[in-house]
C-alpha cells in the first residue's frame, strides 16, 4: 500500500498543472493517468489552443488570465521550452453584433489593449482573410498561441523534479473514504491519501450527474489546411483567430501553420454529442465535413478543401459553459475541476494554482465565485 498526501485523478491539462503546483507547494503528491503523459484521447491535444484576453465568454474570466499569463511565462522558464507565441489574436463578427460588444465591455472593464478595425482595416491587416461587408474585428495583441502537449509534458516534468510521481497508462478503478482518508484501487495499486483531486475531463460526467450538474461530451475535428503558398499563414503574418457571425450558427477559430502540418482550423459551437468519451473516434460524419467547408468557401477560400490531416479531440461542456472549479459539496477533501467546456486550456496554469490552494488550505486567492458548483442549485 502506498501514501500520498494527495492523489490526482487525471493527469491531462488541468492535472498536470495541478499536479506540479501541489508538488511545489510541498504536498507529497502522486497522478495517476490512463493514458501516457501528453496522450491525444482526451481534450488536451492537437499542438495548440488559442490565449487571448479578448473575452466575450465573461470579464471575470481577465483577472485569470492575467495570473495564467505569468504562470505560462515562469514554466517557460523553469521547463526552458517555448510554451507561448503571442502572434496576436484576432476576434471579427457583425460590426454590430453582441459578441464584439462583450469583447469590448470585458476591455473596457480590464483595461485589455484590443485594437479596433473596422471592414477595412481588418481586410488591409489580414488579406487572407475574405470577411462580410457588414463585419469588423478587435486584434488583441498579446493574444496568440499556447503549445498544448509540451505544456502538459513540461507542467509533468517540473511537478516530478518537485517530488511528485507520475503513474501513466492506470487507471482509478475505484475510491472509498475511510474515517480521515481515501482508499484508491488503480488498475496497478492501492493507495491512501488524505485528499483526492479529481481532474477527468470527458470522464468527470458520472461524478457530476451524481451532484445533479448534467456536463455534456462534445466530440470536436481539429482540421489542418495548406495551400501553395502558405507563408502568408505563419505566426509572423497570422493570428490566431476567432470568426462569429451571429447569421450563421457556426463560430469558427484557427490557430497560425507552425510547420508542414498546415493552418490548424476548427468550429466550437455546433455539438455533436457523445455518450461516452469512448466514442469519441467514431468515423468523420458528413456535417462536420460540410461545416468546415463553410468556414473555408466563406472566409478562407485560398485554402485547399481537403484537408491534410484531421484529429478529434472532447470539450465536456457545462450546463452555463462556464468552468467548475470547487471542493465537493458533500465530501470533504476532494477537489473537482471540470466543465472546461471547450475554452479552458489558456488557463491551466492558473487553473492548477487554484486547485492547489483549495486542496490544501481550503480557499483560493482568486476570485472563483462564478466558477463554484453551488451557482447550479
Ligand atoms: C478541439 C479543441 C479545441 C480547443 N481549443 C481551445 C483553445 O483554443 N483555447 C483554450 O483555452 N482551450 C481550448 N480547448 C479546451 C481545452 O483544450 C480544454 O478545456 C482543456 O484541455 C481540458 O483539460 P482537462 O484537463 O479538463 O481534460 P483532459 O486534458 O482530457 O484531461 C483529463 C484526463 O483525465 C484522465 N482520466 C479520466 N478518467 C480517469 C481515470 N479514471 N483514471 C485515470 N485517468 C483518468 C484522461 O485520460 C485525461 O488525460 C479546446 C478543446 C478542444 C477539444
Redesign the pocket.
Known amino acids: 500500500m502506498e501514501n500520498f498526501d494527495i492523489a490526482v ?7 498536470s498543472a495541478a499536479l506540479y503546483h501541489l508538488a511545489k507547494s510541498g504536498a507529497k503528491v502522486c497522478g ?4 501516457a503523459a501528453g ?1 491525444g ?4 491535444h ?1 499542438d495548440t ?3 487571448r484576453k479578448a473575452y466575450p465568454e465573461a470579464p471575470d474570466y481577465i483577472p485569470l488570465l492575467n495570473r495564467s499569463y505569468e504562470l505560462w511565462k515562469n514554466l517557460e522558464m523553469v521547463s526552458g521550452e517555448t510554451l507561448l507565441n503571442l502572434c496576436g489574436f484576432l476576434v471579427c463578427g457583425s460590426s454590430e453584433g453582441d459578441y464584439l460588444s462583450k469583447v469590448q465591455e470585458g476591455a473596457d472593464k480590464y483595461d485589455v489593449n484590443n485594437q479596433y478595425l473596422d471592414r477595412q482595416a481588418l481586410q488591409d491587416r489580414f488579406p487572407q482573410f475574405h470577411l462580410p461587408d457588414d463585419f469588423a474585428g478587435f486584434l488583441d495583441p498579446e493574444g496568440g498561441i499556447v503549445y ?1 502537449e509540451k505544456g502538459v509534458h513540461s507542467h509533468i516534468s517540473a511537478a516530478l523534479e518537485n517530488g511528485a510521481v507520475f503513474y501513466g497508462e492506470e ?2 478503478l475505484g475510491w472509498e473514504k475511510f474515517e480521515d482518508n481515501f482508499l484508491l484501487k488503480t488498475s496497478k495499486r492501492l493507495i491512501t491519501t488524505e485528499k483526492i483531486v479529481f ?5 468527470a460526467v458520472d461524478m457530476m450527474a451524481k451532484l445533479n450538474i448534467p456536463l455534456e461530451i462534445w466530440r ?1 475535428g ?1 482540421f489542418w489546411h495548406d495551400c501553395k503558398d502558405m507563408a502568408p499563414y505563419y505566426p509572423d503574418q497570422f493570428p490566431s483567430f476567432v470568426i462569429n457571425d451571429e447569421n450563421s450558427p457556426y463560430c469558427y ?1 484557427g490557430c497560425p501553420a507552425i510547420n508542414e502540418s498546415g493552418l490548424k482550423l ?1 468550429e466550437h459551437d455546433v455539438p455533436l454529442k457523445l455518450t461516452d468519451p469512448f466514442e469519441r473516434n467514431m468515423p468523420l460524419t458528413n456535417e462536420e465535413t460540410t461545416n468546415m467547408n463553410v468556414l473555408l468557401e466563406n472566409y478562407l477560400p485560398d485554402l485547399n478543401t481537403k484537408p491534410l490531416a484531421y484529429k478529434f ?4 461542456i457545462s450546463p452555463d459553459h462556464h468552468f467548475i472549479i470547487d471542493q465537493h459539496p458533500e465530501i470533504d477533501g476532494i477537489t473537482i475541476a ?1 466543465g ?1 467546456s ?5 488557463f491551466a496554469p492558473v487553473v492548477g494554482e487554484i486547485i492547489s490552494s483549495l486542496a490544501l488550505n481550503g480557499a483560493s486567492e482568486h476570485d472563483i465565485g462564478f466558477l463554484g458548483i453551488e451557482r447550479f442549485h
Do not use: D, P
Not at 495517476?32 to 493514458?35: G, H, K, N
Not at 481532474?199 to 470522464?203: H, K, N, P
Not at 471547450?342 to 489558456?346: D, W
Open positions: 485523478i487525471g493527469v491531462g491539462g488541468m492535472g495517476i493517468e490512463q493514458f496522450h484521447e482526451g481534450s488536451s492537437g489552443r488559442v490565449i498544448v487507471v482509478l481532474t477527468t475531463g470527458a470522464w470536436r481539429i477559430y476548427g479531440c472532447m470539450y465536456t471540470c472546461f471547450g475554452h479552458g486550456y489558456k
